[in-house]
């Protein structure tokens, strides 16, 4: 990994985040009994004298871990927990970055989302100073603008007791080699025929999110039925975002079939893997509503 970057402080504690915008993107939200049943396990974590406690929630799109991440923050800060919530979205790399790993080793790259096109020496160094209770800010993306906010508007975060963090394949290994050679679905084999793309976000998920992974003290996988539910729940997501914003450019429902095609591959690994990696495992129905 790259050297660990500067972090700017703050004095004020912050638990605003994506999780809290995405509450309300999706329709559903967890009964009150899960969520209290949630933070009892993020308490239970046995955190050295002084740090802060890391809850990880890996989930697919749309699988509501946005909005169990707020709910769960919410939860925290009735208690008198302060509490900060932070998204694997919040550290993607910059648009000009992307784009130049587009020219530089495949135009899949310029696409935020895969492993390969985050900035995760960033999101270590930030997850170490949240963990030892420092004053930080906390990185925010644009995704209308397609880059990261300028630190100024970052908000801010003090010595937080505990931190949410939320992300679509939080906890997943990479492949075998082996397992590259055939393509998973029409994108692979028409865009990436020679694997390029999908050999570059493997070695980077072998090599560069291990690290991050071990600063998570507890993980917790909400698995959906199947990945044949994803591109559903990525089209009501976005639905709901084109309601909130009706000026927004949003995608079509094929633009977000193409866009779910990009994750498929991670995201059959995370269903693969997960459920045998992960501290707890929820199995949720075609709803998103946790089974018993």
């Known amino acids: 990994m790259s050297p660990r ?8 504690p912050a638990t605003s985040g994506k999780a809290f915008a995405a509450a309300g993107d999706d329709a559903h939200g967890f009964d009150a009994s899960f969520v209290a049943d949630v933070l009892a396990q993020a308490l239970a974590i046995r955190a050295p004298a ?3 406690r890391v809850f990880a929630i890996s989930g697919l799109q749309g ?3 946005s909005t169990l991440a707020a709910q769960l923050a919410a939860a925290a800060q009735a208690h008198g927990l302060r509490t900060a919530v932070l998204s694997i979205d919040d550290f993607y790399l910059g648009r000009r970055e ?15 989302g895969p492993p390969g096109t985050h900035d995760v020496a960033l999101a270590c ?3 170490d100073e949240l963990r030892h209770r420092a004053a930080v800010r906390l990185p925010r993306f644009d995704k209308l603008a397609d880059t990261r906010l300028p630190p100024s508007r970052w908000p801010r975060a003090n010595a937080v007791d505990l931190v949410v963090f939320e992300g679509w394949f939080l906890g997943a290994p990479a492949q075998d080699t082996a397992q590259l050679a055939e393509p998973v679905n029409a994108l692979e084999r028409d865009e990436d025929a020679h694997g390029v793309w999908r050999a570059y976000c493997n070695r980077a998920l072998a090599a560069d999110y291990p690290p991050l992974w071990s600063r998570l003290d507890r993980l917790l996988f909400l698995q959906p039925p199947g990945f044949e539910v994803v591109a559903g729940w990525r089209w009501q997501q976005e639905q709901a975002l084109q309601a909130r914003h009706p000026h927004r450019q949003g995608m079509t429902r094929a633009q ?9 591959r991670v995201s059959r690994q995370a269903l693969a893997t997960l459920p ?6 929820v199995v949720l129905d075609a709803q998103r509503r946790p089974r018993a």
């Not at 970057?5 to 004020?12: E, F, W, Y």
């Not at 130049?100 to 935020?112: I, K, N, W």
């Not at 977000?256 to 498929?264: A, D, M, Y």
């Open 276 to 281: 045998g990696i992960a501290d707890r495992t």
């Open 125 to 127: 160094a930030l997850l």
């Open 256 to 264: 977000v079939q193409r866009f779910v095609s990009l994750f498929e």
């Open 50 to 52: 002084g740090r802060a």
């Open 63 to 65: 699988s509501g871990k």
């Open 98 to 112: 992307r784009q130049r790993l587009g020219r530089q080793v495949h135009p899949l790259l310029a696409t935020r």
């Open 5 to 12: 970057p500067h972090l700017p402080a703050a004095r004020a």
